[in-house]
């Protein structure tokens, strides 16, 4: 997550803009976020384009980093680790239904995956969506 900017903070305060939908913060209802937090990532964070609901993948009751867009090149290039990342988020197990879904994603022509890193312990994280 990168520092809000000048321009960012003053968006919010003259026109009560948000970046980041609240409710799209978090991938699973087990991190206990903290209100200044959450209002810093949806206030003052700009945010990303997804074709759908964008969501804010959240690690060790913090916001995660957005790493950024992948298809199935970016996730060979980043490896293992991204790939189960995105693997378990679809919640498909290995198999013919996996192998066609990562085959066929594209980091801009869709189904693209979001990848996060925890900003504590490293971990990646993960959502896909088709447009």
Same mark, same amino acid.
């Given at each position: ?6 321009s ?5 305060q ?13 991938? /699973? =209802?087990? #991190?206990?976020?903290?209100? $200044?937090?959450? &209002? *810093? !990532?949806?206030q003052?964070?700009?945010?990303f ?12 009751? /913090? =916001?995660? #980093?957005?790493?950024?867009? $992948?298809?199935? &090149? *970016? !996730? ?26 990562f085959? $066929? ?13 925890c900003?504590?312990?490293?971990a ?8």
């Amino acid at each position: 997550m990168s520092r809000p900017s000048n321009s960012s903070l003053g968006a919010h305060q003259r026109l009560g803009a948000t970046f980041i939908d609240e409710d799209s913060i978090g991938l /699973d =209802a087990e #991190e206990e976020l903290d209100e $200044a937090l959450v &209002a *810093e !990532l949806s206030q003052r964070t700009p945010g990303f384009n997804g074709w759908q609901q964008e969501r804010w993948f959240t690690h060790c009751n /913090d =916001a995660g #980093e957005f790493i950024g867009k $992948a298809g199935h &090149a *970016e !996730l060979l290039a980043l490896g293992a680790e991204a790939m189960t990342a995105v693997q378990d988020a679809t919640g498909l197990e290995d198999g013919p239904q996996w192998h066609t879904f990562f085959s $066929a994603m594209d980091k801009d022509h869709g189904p693209t995956s979001y990848l996060f890193r925890c900003r504590h312990c490293s971990a990646l994280g993960a959502y896909q969506d088709n447009h």
